[in-house]
């Protein structure tokens, strides 16, 4: 079974901190890819990446950055964080070349942020 | 653009049908469904591909209309254990990303 691991469950954070959510998958997949949840909205999709050091912008980039320096590890980064971004943060992967269209997502199990 | 879910919500017996809609204002190459349960991650349960395809598995299955750009998800004689958030995402292109839609919150009563 693919395993996507989210380093934390839960994190609290002071607005203005940088912070570090970490994402691992243990199944060799090329793509990888960081969603926000929060209620009545569904998943959001924040950054994703088809390729070891390479990142495109979703639908929401404002206010985050990625990086993927290694195949198995895509990393979300809020800059400065703000009490906005308190929410679900998603972490998935699929199997394949670029794109959606065809393949399975894998999910973490989440990181809950909070920014107080 | 953000495929249309509906129902938002719906509850049901223990044993009823549901059917669950996802509608798209774009022409589509695929449609995704998850599950998710309350705390849990969602996961997936099939993909749909343009050409009218019906897919199942067990007491689900969907089907695929490309010409009105809308699938369905069938929960047939539904069990306590479907009980959760079921989300669509739709794809226009196959090298596309998918774009979820709100999600149809499912409670199944014993």
């Known amino acids: 079974d693919v395993k996507v691991t989210q380093s934390s469950r839960y994190l609290v954070k002071r607005t203005g901190e940088k912070v570090f959510l970490e994402c691992v998958q243990d199944?060799?997949?090329?793509?990888m890819f960081w969603y926000r949840q929060d209620p009545g909205l569904g998943l959001r999709l924040i950054y994703f990446?088809?390729?070891?050091?390479?990142?495109e912008k979703g639908d929401i980039p404002e206010g985050y950055s990625v990086s993927r320096e290694k195949k198995e590890r895509f990393s979300l980064i809020l800059e400065s964080a703000s009490t906005n971004q308190t929410s679900m943060y998603l972490c998935a992967s699929s199997p394949g070349g670029p794109g959606q269209g065809y393949s399975p997502l894998h999910f973490g199990n989440g990181t809950r942020l909070t920014v107080t | 653009q953000q495929p249309v879910q509906s129902p938002q919500a719906v509850i049901l017996r223990e044993g009823e049908d549901a059917v669950i809609n996802c509608s798209s204002s774009k022409a589509l190459y695929s449609v995704h469904w998850y599950r998710q349960k309350h705390g849990e991650a969602p996961v997936f349960l099939m993909i749909l591909l343009k050409g009218g395809e019906q897919k199942g598995h067990e007491k689900i299955s969907a089907s695929f209309n490309e010409k009105k750009q809308q699938s369905s998800l069938y929960l047939t004689a539904s069990q306590l254990s479907y009980s959760g958030t079921y989300f669509c995402g739709t794809a226009p292109k196959r090298d596309d990303k998918i774009i979820f839609g709100k999600g149809t919150r499912l409670h199944i009563l014993p």
């Open positions: 990446s088809y390729d070891v050091k390479m990142k």
């Open positions: 199944m060799d997949h090329e793509n």
